[in-house]
Structures are given as structure tokens and as C-alpha cells.
């Protein structure tokens, strides 16, 4: 498995899309080309869940079909990314069910999770699809207090 490296400045873009969206989840992908090992630009999506769910994040509409063709360009998602407003960075039940059937990942794409709280963000995580645990395994861990 080949992680995807989130170089700073992207994770701090998205720290503060996380800040701005508490106390719900924020919700994005990062893209970079296709095959490479790292992400260079972060896309911001609104959580379709709407501004009063902090347990659930979801795109949808033409911001879904956006994430969709991207994985038909030079410039895939590589990562998508939502918030855990209770300040924790880890990959619950609920993300792994939407994120997974049980023949594997739902898109070719790692996640990060960024804890928040209302000071700002706490800590961040990356999970990637293992096929040898058949589930997503933590890859990278920051801690952030921001």
C-alpha cells in the first residue's frame, strides 16, 4: 500500500475548513495526479447533512458527480477528508460502513479525519484500505491543538 502524503499547508487548509464548519462534520477531497504519491489541492464540499448534524457528513449532488469524474482524469481524489467535532480523530463505525461493502472500498481513495472542538482543531489521522485486514488501518497520526 503506497500512502498518500498530505503535505502541511493542505492539512492546515483543512483544519480550518473543520474550524469554520464546527460544530457540525466539514467534508472535502484532495486530488492530486494520478499515481503520484502526493495531493496538491483541496476541494471544499458542503456537508449535505446541513449545519445541525455533527455525526454524519455526505456529498452529494453535483459535488458528488464532481468527486465521480475525477477519477476519470489525470487528477484523481486521492483522499477525502471530514471532521469528528468531539475533538477525536479516528474512523467510527459509520465511516467505514459508508466508506466500505464488504468486496472492499467503496472508491480508491484513502480518508482523513480531523478532531475539533471548539478551540479549534485537535489532532488529525490518515486510514488507508488494507487488503490483508480487509479494513482501513491508520497510516499517519498529527497532532494539531490548533
Same mark, same amino acid.
Given at each position: ?34 499515481? !503520484? ?11 449535505? *447533512?446541513?449545519? !445541525? ?6 456529498? =452529494? !449532488? ?10 476519470? %482524469?489525470?487528477? $484523481?481524489?486521492?483522499?477525502?477528508? *471530514? %471532521? *469528528? $467535532?468531539? !475533538? ?13 461493502? $464488504? ?6 481513495? +484513502? ?14 489521522? +490518515?486510514?488507508?484500505?488494507?487488503? =490483508? ?9 498529527? %497532532?494539531?491543538?490548533?
Amino acid at each position: 500500500m503506497t500512502v498518500v502524503r498530505i503535505p502541511d499547508d493542505l492539512r492546515a487548509a483543512i483544519y480550518a475548513h473543520a474550524r469554520a464548519a464546527f460544530p457540525a462534520e466539514c467534508c472535502g477531497y484532495l486530488v492530486g495526479v494520478a499515481g !503520484g504519491e502526493t495531493v496538491d489541492e483541496a476541494v471544499e464540499c458542503a456537508n449535505a *447533512h446541513g449545519a !445541525g448534524d455533527d455525526r454524519a457528513f455526505a456529498i =452529494e !449532488g453535483a459535488e458528488l458527480l464532481a468527486f465521480a469524474r475525477t477519477f476519470r %482524469s489525470s487528477r $484523481p481524489a486521492r483522499v477525502v477528508y *471530514h %471532521s *469528528h $467535532p468531539n !475533538g477525536r480523530a479516528y474512523f467510527s463505525p459509520t465511516d467505514r460502513a459508508v466508506a466500505a461493502t $464488504p468486496d472492499g472500498p467503496t472508491y480508491d481513495v +484513502q480518508h482523513l479525519v480531523v478532531g475539533v472542538s471548539a478551540a479549534g482543531a485537535t489532532e488529525a489521522a +490518515q486510514f488507508a484500505w488494507s487488503a =490483508e485486514a480487509r479494513d482501513f488501518v491508520e497510516v499517519a497520526r498529527w %497532532s494539531v491543538l490548533r
